[in-house]
């Protein structure tokens, strides 16, 4: 399947850093974020790569070019001003294949990719994200509830309420056709709140859920965890 990844954010909380380089570009342990996604993408078989780029975009592009570097082929897609994740990748529609994964350019979740695909398509469903269910250790509060047939049944950030039992791992994956479901404006358009609740609402959103945690570098001290997990992860290689 081909990959989708959402490359276009501010990166705020990682300020200074990111006045002069995008999120994405952030170093960990002497390489770019965003090249561990490209390693784990080729590692699983998925070697065809839409990047949706905006702010500081041309530094991703100078840096990754078409992807030969990485053994990935890169297409990239420019936001010239901020369109949200549901604009963004209503925006590169003429880019994407009939199935696609949508990765968030912050967030590593070490899974093999290639399970998640046979799952996904499997179920015949239009979407489907992948969850975790270990949010002390990512720092984030439990965002997704899901029926025993593995339907998602509601996605809220930032609440307490006791059905949200699982966290959302930073992986989606869908049809084309959901594109459909999103409108064409106004911006910022958000996945979250456009089109989760619609392919809920249709039982069109399954979940597969994995005991592995997810990784991101949203703030300077989930960064200073993934590069724990590096070294852990080269020792235990050795």
Known sequence: MQAFILAGGLGTRLRPITYTIPKPMVTVLGRPFLSY???LLRYCGVTDVVLSVGYLGEKIREYFGDGSSMEVSIRYSFEQSPKGTGGALKAAEKLLEDEFFVIYADSYLPV????????????GRAGLLVACDNSEDTLVLPNVSVDKDRFVTAYEKDSNRAALTL?????????????????EGPWPLSLEKVLFPKLIESRELVCFETDQRFYDIGSPERLRRFQEYLNDHIKNAL
């Open 37 to 39: 996604q490209l390693d």
């Open 112 to 123: 093999d990719l290639r399970v998640v695909e046979g799952f996904f398509r499997a179920t």
């Open 167 to 183: 966290v959302e791992a930073g992986v989606l994956a869908f049809r084309k056709k959901v594109l459909d479901l999103l409108p």
